[in-house]
């Protein structure tokens, strides 16, 4: 990659026309990049984490081990997410058996009695639903933590970036950023030697 | 040269090789010659690289429709029409059109049921319990086991539905309040099935849609038509494979994990418990639980086994399908064997341990009854023809294997067939005693399901990935965020970590 020089036009007329994508008039998404391997995706993340950028992502085939620690992410979450679910499914179980069982429609089978003393009976259901109403909350928790589903995404229109989900290794760090600075967030990347370097722009 | 070697598929020579090597040049330090001594076979053969996994594996739905899949596809839905006209006489005239009778009231349908039900288990072990074990060659099966599962629960789920006679009142199992103010026991085990069974089976869906979708997403990126691009950008949410969404995605995947494996030992406990908490001698037994879920797993690999070995020869999946993943399998299918074998044997122990005179006939009528040819098909395919896999030769050679699979799917159905009919056609009243013939619509019926399994395992293996692709780039070396590092020592053959 050539040397920054501050006044480098960017855009369709510019020297480069791989550097852009997006419509250009629309606000800028922020900086793309691509890297060559897991591990250099891994040692760029160390870096932008260290240079205190808030608002980025790294973008891989698959998800890549530690990447969290060397994004300095926190765990997911979702367990507690799930946890709830587990409860809720639990609670509708007990309410679902036992309502019936005990008050409205006591039915007493094998002289046995329909109080809450004969309780390992009603295991079997609670446990599945507890499992039901969790993995519920699991998969449609994990969508919608991830901000799913959604049609388009600004980083979408850059069409290198398809091989994301091939063999490419992506990071972006968004304009929003409050370190964002187009000139030097793009040193950075040419520093932890990214390639591509592309300002990524809205559509509309 | 050590990078060089680490990818190699590390024959026993080689093995050897390297240990010498390794004691005897003082290049390499004492820590990586522990490594290398430990190597283990790649996942993955023949070095192949991320893109080519993709190509490879989504190349199967976007080529051209071979003409071998419509051969098949029109031989299995002409089945799968049988089953389903058989269905809609028995629906339209009623049960009596199976070989029901007084005593065996119970026959193929409860034993295609559990027969069914059992084969999808191999798919969640191989997909929740192999993952929490961090089984890494599972990767590249639990895709089409997964899959298998569903159809496999699909094809269950159809006779406990038909079997109750009046169809159209199925929904009385359902506990929901209605106008008659009579709700259901939920202290029988036939309820805790419905909710066993449905449970399993919604778990199962969202199991397997989360690991389809960053293999959409693989899909969308590569279509070239509208339409594909379209229906796989549904399915695949939006999904762009950011760290941030990865390591919710990756949460959600080890919960769907730890539910399912509870799940799954819990859906075969159940459908044990249908017999087991019955008073009829030989389905009156505490083994019943352990018992079901070894035999389920059991036959369950030997059905994964006999669909991925001609899948895996059609599209050419052999390095991703190892010789290693096959042996494994049939590790798997010894053991299971084996206990299924012990189950056997324990049955007959306590029957005469018990010293229950109606248990002690019962098991020695299974034995040496009329229906001794069952009982002891069932022994020589369940028992006798895995012990074939204590030899690693019969493990690596595609034919022993897939007869062996044969003999297992065939003694796995004979098993139910022997516990529910032998139990039930001589009970306590030798009055009441009667054998039970299969009519026309019995056999159809069960033959069909095969029908609908295999058309629905090929509509899958045509439209959708059958092979995790991003699970199989993530044990590939060079995923390591290490690799290449001085300081690590990614031989240690896992890949990841």
């Known amino acids: 990659m050539a040397i920054i020089t501050p006044?480098?036009?960017?855009?369709?007329?510019?020297?480069?026309?791989?550097?852009?994508?997006?419509?250009?008039?629309?606000?800028?998404?922020?900086?793309?990049?691509?890297?060559?391997?897991?591990?250099?995706?891994?040692?760029?993340?160390?870096?932008?984490?260290?240079?205190?950028?808030?608002?980025?992502?790294?973008?891989?085939?698959?998800?890549?081990?530690?990447?969290?620690?060397?994004?300095?992410?926190?765990?997911?979450?979702?367990?507690?997410?799930?946890?709830?679910?587990?409860v809720a499914g639990l609670a509708t179980a007990v309410i679902l058996q036992f309502y019936p069982s005990s008050i409205e429609y006591p039915l007493i089978v094998a002289g046995k009695p329909t109080n809450f003393f004969t309780v390992p009976a009603f295991f079997p259901v609670m446990f599945e639903l507890t499992v039901l109403i969790s993995a519920f909350t699991a998969t449609f928790g994990m969508i919608i933590l991830n901000g799913l589903p959604r049609w388009h995404y600004p980083i979408f229109s850059w069409d290198r970036f398809k091989k994301v989900t091939n063999d490419g290794f992506f990071l972006a760090i968004e304009a929003k950023d409050p370190l964002f600075n187009q000139e030097s967030t793009r040193v950075l990347l040419e520093k932890i030697g990214a390639r591509h370097i592309t300002l990524i722009h809205d559509d509309d | 040269m050590a990078e060089d070697m680490a990818h190699r598929p590390p024959t026993r020579r080689r093995r050897t090789e390297l240990n010498f090597m390794a004691e005897g040049t003082a290049v390499m330090d004492a820590s990586?010659?522990?490594?290398?001594?430990?190597?283990?076979?790649?996942?993955?053969?023949?070095?192949?690289?991320?893109?080519?996994?993709?190509?490879?594996?989504?190349?199967?739905?976007?080529?051209?429709?071979?003409?071998?899949?419509?051969?098949?596809?029109?031989?299995?839905?002409?089945?799968?029409?049988?089953?389903?006209?058989?269905?809609?006489?028995?629906?339209?005239?009623?049960?009596?059109?199976?070989?029901?009778?007084?005593?065996?009231?119970?026959?193929?349908?409860?034993?295609?049921?559990?027969?069914?039900?059992?084969?999808?288990?191999?798919?969640?072990?191989?997909?929740?319990?192999?993952?929490?074990?961090?089984?890494?060659?599972?990767?590249?099966?639990?895709?089409?086991?997964?899959?298998?599962?569903?159809?496999?629960?699909?094809?269950?789920?159809?006779?406990?539905?038909?079997?109750?006679?009046?169809?159209?009142?199925?929904?009385?199992?359902?506990?929901?309040?209605?106008?008659?103010?009579?709700?259901?026991?939920?202290?029988?085990?036939?309820?805790?099935?419905?909710?066993?069974?449905?449970?399993?089976?919604?778990?199962?869906?969202?199991?397997?849609?989360?690991?389809?979708?960053?293999?959409?997403?693989?899909?969308?990126?590569?279509?070239?038509?509208?339409?594909?691009?379209?229906?796989?950008?549904?399915?695949?949410?939006?999904?762009?494979?950011?760290?941030?969404?990865?390591?919710?995605?990756?949460?959600?995947?080890?919960?769907?994990?730890?539910?399912?494996?509870?799940?799954?030992?819990?859906?075969?406990?159940?459908?044990?418990?249908?017999?087991?908490?019955?008073i009829v001698p030989g389905w009156h037994t505490t083994i019943f639980p352990p018992y079901f879920v070894a035999g389920a797993i059991f036959g369950g690999f030997a059905m994964v086994l006999t669909i991925m070995l001609p899948a895996r020869a059609i599209f050419g999946l052999h390095d991703l399908i190892t010789d290693d993943h096959v042996d494994k399998m049939c590790k798997i299918i010894l053991l299971t064997g084996s206990m299924v074998g012990y189950a056997y044997m324990m049955e007959f122990f306590i029957a005469w341990y018990g010293g229950n005179l109606f248990e002690q006939y019962a098991f020695i009528n299974r034995a040496t009854g009329p229906y001794w040819w069952a009982y002891w098909s069932m022994i020589f395919c369940n028992v006798i023809s895995p012990q074939l896999f204590w030899f690693r030769r019969m493990r690596r050679h595609v034919l022993p294997v897939f007869i062996v699979c044969m003999f297992v799917n065939t003694g796995m159905w004979f098993e139910r067939f022997v516990i529910i009919v032998t139990s039930l056609h001589r009970d306590f009243l030798p009055s009441s005693w009667n054998m039970f013939y299969p009519t026309w619509v019995d056999i159809w019926t069960f033959t069909g399901t095969f029908g609908i399994f295999l058309t629905l395992f090929l509509v899958f293996l045509r439209w959708l990935p059958m092979i995790c692709i991003f699970e199989v780039k993530a044990v590939l070396p060079e995923a390591d965020p290490h690799h290449g590092d001085h300081h690590a020592t990614p031989a240690i053959g896992e890949g990841g970590h």
């Open chain 2, 32 to 278: 990586s010659a522990a490594a290398k001594r430990i190597e283990r076979a790649p996942l993955v053969t023949n070095n192949r690289s991320m893109s080519w996994i993709s190509d490879r594996v989504a190349s199967c739905t976007e080529q051209r429709c071979p003409r071998w899949w419509w051969i098949m596809f029109t031989c299995t839905v002409s089945l799968a029409v049988v089953s389903g006209l058989c269905l809609i006489y028995l629906i339209s005239t009623g049960v009596g059109v199976w070989g029901l009778n007084n005593p065996v009231n119970w026959a193929w349908g409860i034993t295609n049921f559990v027969f069914w039900i059992g084969i999808g288990h191999a798919g969640t072990l191989i997909s929740a319990i192999l993952f929490l074990a961090r089984q890494k060659w599972r990767t590249s099966i639990n895709r089409a086991a997964e899959a298998m599962t569903l159809f496999a629960v699909v094809c269950a789920g159809i006779f406990p539905v038909v079997h109750v006679g009046r169809v159209w009142m199925v929904w009385y199992l359902a506990p929901v309040p209605t106008n008659m103010g009579i709700w259901q026991n939920f202290r029988s085990p036939l309820l805790w099935d419905v909710f066993a069974v449905s449970t399993y089976f919604t778990v199962s869906v969202l199991f397997w849609y989360t690991g389809l979708i960053p293999d959409l997403a693989t899909l969308r990126d590569r279509a070239t038509t509208k339409i594909r691009k379209f229906f796989y950008g549904i399915g695949a949410l939006g999904w762009r494979g950011g760290n941030r969404q990865w390591k919710h995605y990756e949460m959600a995947y080890l919960i769907l994990a730890g539910l399912s494996t509870p799940l799954v030992l819990s859906v075969h406990s159940v459908v044990s418990f249908d017999f087991a908490t019955s």
């Open chain 1, 7 to 86: 006044h480098r036009q960017l855009g369709r007329e510019g020297t480069d026309m791989e550097n852009i994508a997006g419509n250009p008039n629309a606000p800028l998404y922020g900086i793309a990049a691509e890297v060559s391997s897991a591990s250099a995706l891994y040692h760029a993340a160390e870096q932008v984490r260290d240079a205190g950028y808030r608002r980025w992502d790294v973008y891989s085939p698959f998800p890549i081990h530690g990447m969290d620690q060397a994004m300095g992410l926190r765990k997911s979450w979702l367990s507690a997410l799930v946890f709830l679910g587990g």
